[in-house]
């Protein structure tokens, strides 16, 4: 082995060591990024820790410091940069329940909860809620759906909802603040089938490197007589040259994707 890769090009070395640094950087970090657990939230991982009586997930959004405290009585702050949020409240009332036959109401199935939820003293949803998986399906007091995320931007850089109301685009959703309330569901970036599939690209290309001229051979070893005697043409050395090149790039952004 050691005769075989002497007799190699300058390029065909450098791949070699490309793809082996390729494979043990990432056989560290996938291990390392799937072990960690936290609060999905907005494309980020929000990494939970005890601080007293309280729990907190915390990370950063956005290029901001992203802090999400919640209190043993359920309350829940947010604080995004500068800028604090909360705390937030709930209390169940069954009268908060949407009438029956109101519009839109049967639209998420299950056993409806009547909440009122307060930011601070001021109440900022009243009505329904109805957990089905993961979601959450709030209905207001009059049967509508509350519609999350659908927000414009503004000529003047204000952020306005799908009604034209000014609203403050870095404020938790309220399914978000339900969610924490009850507890969330811990995940975790990075996914060990790309990892896999990496791998197999690094060995694939070092394997066509290392034993290039026997797979040329072996490829005609069925459609020719003496295919020992047959020589790659400058066709088949482009086509090698430019595996060599397209497999680690291709390996690279299967890793770097599988650990989103």
């Known amino acids: 082995m ?22 043990v950087v990432f056989s560290v970090i996938y291990p390392i990024t799937i072990r960690q657990v936290g609060f999905a939230y907005r494309g980020s991982l929000l990494t939970p820790s005890q601080e007293g009586d309280s729990q907190v997930y915390a990370g950063t959004v956005g290029g901001e410091r992203a802090l999400f405290t919640v209190s043993p009585d359920k309350a829940v702050t947010f604080q995004y940069g500068e800028t604090s949020y909360g705390p937030y409240t709930i209390t169940e009332d069954p009268d908060a329940l949407p009438e029956e036959g109101a519009s839109g109401w049967d639209l998420g199935g299950g056993a409806p909860t009547g909440i009122v939820l307060r930011d601070g003293e001021d109440v900022v949803f009243q009505g329904g809620v109805v957990k089905q998986g993961g979601s959450y399906w709030l209905y207001h007091k009059d049967g509508r ?7 414009i931007t503004a000529q003047e850089g204000v952020t306005l909802d799908e009604n034209g109301n000014e609203v403050d685009p870095n404020e938790p959703p309220l399914s978000t603040i339900l969610e924490l309330m009850s507890g969330p ?18 060995a694939a290309t070092a394997v066509t490197i290392l ?15 003496s295919p020992e005697r047959a020589e790659p043409s400058d066709w088949e050395l482009f086509s090698r040259y430019a595996a060599w090149t397209a497999l680690p790039l291709i390996a690279l952004v299967i890793f770097l994707l599988g650990l989103q």
Request: proline share 2%; aromatic share 14%.
């Open 145 to 151: 759906v509350e519609t999350e995320g659908v927000t």
């Open 185 to 202: 569901a811990l995940t975790h970036k990075g996914d060990w089938l790309p990892y896999l599939l990496g791998l197999f690209l690094c």
């Open 211 to 225: 034993f290039a001229d026997e797979l040329f051979r072996f490829q005609l070893w069925f459609q020719i007589r």
């Open 2 to 23: 050691k005769n075989r890769i002497k007799k190699l090009g300058t390029y065909q070395k450098a791949v070699l060591i490309l793809v082996l640094v390729l494979a």
